[in-house]
T-cell receptor
Framework: GAGVSQTPSNKVTEKGKYVELRCDPISGHTALYWYRQSLGQGPEFLIYFQGTGAADDSGLPNDRFFAVRPEGSVSTLKIQRTERGDSAVYLC????????????FGPGTRLTVL | QKEVEQNSGPLSVPEGAIASLNCTYSDRGSQSFFWYRQYSGKSPELIMSIYSNGDKEDGRFTAQLNKASQYVSLLIRDSQPSDSATYLCAVRALGNQGGKLIFGQGTELSVKP
């Protein structure tokens, strides 16, 4: 079946602009996660949705970052007033509910802030 | 101290050898452990999960977990050049923080023909 999809695959923007990154999880997966990965580092957790609600947003670095999942499926990560330090690969993962929580990643969106 | 630690490598092994990748974690109560493989320019791909002490084998891969020592490892037997990638260890956080994963920085593996 189809895996996690993310759009766009690449996004180049200018400092101060607003961007939206989209994630479409595996069909039937109730949990959705956003991570951010910088070069040479492991993915860093941002936010986790269970259904429509954000169950844990402790990884969002500041109030410029916001994410929604209004219908419990597709999610959008929104970044306001982008800064050069926001440049990274933004990864989305999804998992089914349950104890083992195996997370499957999408291809990522590479964000470059000039 | 980082929550999940891995040697960054690179770890270089000859083709056909056993590659041994190691990971330690700080949260003694962690219950779920994962190994992801990440090729350059690609996203992480889940290759193994382990939840109980001991060994879990899947093809050429064996994950080993020792909760008392807070240590998890991945063995790759008969290493192939196609195994050359970065291997990420991930630990599932507990409690009301839900299912987020804490990742190590990854170990780069190079398998030489």
């Amino acid at each position: 079946g189809a895996g996690v999809s993310q759009t766009p695959s690449n996004k180049v923007t200018e400092k101060g602009k607003y961007v939206e990154l989209r994630c479409d999880p595996i069909s039937g997966h109730t949990a959705l996660y956003w991570y951010r990965q910088s070069l040479g580092q492991g993915p860093e957790f941002l936010i986790y949705f269970q259904g429509t609600g954000a169950a844990d947003d402790s990884g969002l670095p500041n109030d410029r970052f916001f994410a929604v999942r209004p219908e419990g499926s597709v999610s959008t990560l929104k970044i306001q007033r982008t800064e050069r330090g926001d440049s990274a690969v933004y990864l989305c993962a999804s998992s089914s509910s349950g104890t083992y929580n195996e997370q499957f990643f999408g291809p990522g969106t590479r964000l470059t802030v000039l | 101290q980082k929550e999940v630690e891995q040697n960054s490598g690179p770890l270089s092994v000859p083709e056909g050898a056993i590659a041994s990748l190691n990971c330690t974690y700080s949260d003694r109560g962690s219950q779920s452990f994962f190994w992801y493989r990440q090729y350059s320019g690609k996203s992480p791909e889940l290759i193994m999960s382990i939840y109980s002490n001991g060994d879990k084998e899947d093809g050429r891969f064996t994950a080993q977990l020792n909760k008392a020592s807070q240590y998890v490892s991945l063995l790759i037997r008969d290493s192939q050049p196609s195994d050359s990638a970065t291997y990420l260890c991930a630990v599932r956080a507990l409690g009301n923080q839900g299912g987020k994963l804490i990742f190590g920085q990854g170990t780069e593996l190079s398998v030489k023909p």
